[in-house]
Each structure stands twice: as C-alpha cells, then as structure tokens.
C-alpha cells in the first residue's frame, strides 16, 4: 500500500511529485511542438502569399517585354521602384532556396529592362 501511495501526484513521497514534474515537462514539450507547428504553418502560408505576387509580378515583366519589343519602346511598368519593391518581397521569403531563385529570376529581368 505505501509503495502505491508513492507513485500517486499528490502523494508526500518523492516518486509522487517526480511523476507530476515529468507530466509537466512532457505538457511544455508538447505546446512548445504545437507553437512550432502553427508558426511554420504561418510562415508556409506567408510564402505561399509572396510567391503569388511575385509570380503576378514576373507575368506582368513578360506581358510587358513584348509590348516593349513589338513597339521599340521603353517600358513604364517595370522600374526601378518596381524591382525595389520585387527585392522587398523577396526578403520576407523564409526559404534560402526560394530567394536566390526569385532573385536570379528578377536579375534576368532586370537585364532585360535596364540594360
């Protein structure tokens, strides 16, 4: 009976409370997982966000190459605001891979535009 009584949360004995510490630990354990969870979630959906616009982004550039090569003309659109603006989405991106890739891509627009 009194070894059953140690292994009980609210028993005086130390088996007792060490269980209810370790409860604990696994309940802190546990929200901290589902904080990650929900931030990566967060951050996955942000992206999704930005790479939409810099998709609508990179369509607009394409659209407007061929209205500036049909016409022999200077765009009016694609800037250097334009890009500034492109390069500040591109920074909240949370992925390494995904920046350098939207950042070669704009570069070839860039060059295309500017140069």
Known sequence: ????????????LPFG????????QQQTVKEQK????AEKVAN???DDQIKLQLEAAL??????LNIVVINDS??????EEWFSDN???IDQLSDVT??????NRFESVREAFLN
């Open 1 to 12: 009976m009194l070894l059953l009584l140690g292994y009980s949360t609210q028993s005086k």
């Open 17 to 24: 409370s060490k269980i209810h510490e370790i409860s604990a």
């Open 34 to 37: 589902q904080a990650l969870e």
């Open 44 to 46: 996955e959906e942000k």
């Open 59 to 64: 369509d607009l550039a394409d659209n407007e």
């Open 74 to 79: 200077v765009s009016t659109l694609i800037t």
């Open 87 to 89: 390069q500040q989405l």
């Open 98 to 103: 995904d920046r350098e890739d939207y950042m």
